[in-house]
């Protein structure tokens, strides 16, 4: 009975780990690539105009796509504060939960200048924003 407690521990942790080093693959920072574009003014009448706003998009295919979808907070946190994927992740973020990217337009141009400028700021945000 024991060893088969351990088998079954032993093959979760192995279905967990491959999971989780899937997502890896395409998380990384040296592999991900984007977009930053910008939506145009609108014009709700005369007096009012809904000004652009900036988004990130993250080129991925439909399957990862939804395999991002699976990740947990924990998941997401763990990506943030780890300098091989903190990057990647935060734009994967942006680029799920369409947050304004306009920081992205102009200033942040790479990971060395988000990771100067904005790196903790965007963590904090997140760690509060995902459930």
Request: charged share 30%.
């Amino acid at each position: 009975m024991k060893e088969r407690s351990v088998y079954l521990l032993t093959l979760l942790f192995f279905v967990l780990s491959t999971a989780h080093g899937q997502h890896k693959v395409f998380i990384k920072n040296a592999k991900i690539k984007f977009n930053v574009f910008r939506t145009s003014f609108e014009f709700i009448d005369t007096i009012q105009v809904i000004l652009p706003k900036y988004f990130i998009r993250v080129d991925l295919n439909g399957k990862q796509r939804k395999e991002v979808k699976t990740l947990t907070k924990d998941d997401w946190m763990n990506f943030l504060n780890d300098n091989r994927f903190d990057w990647a992740a935060n734009l994967l973020l942006y680029d799920m939960y369409e947050r304004d990217a306009f920081l992205f337009f102009g200033g942040i141009k790479n990971k060395e200048r988000w990771r100067l400028s904005q790196k903790e700021a965007d963590i904090q945000y997140w760690s509060q924003y995902l459930k």
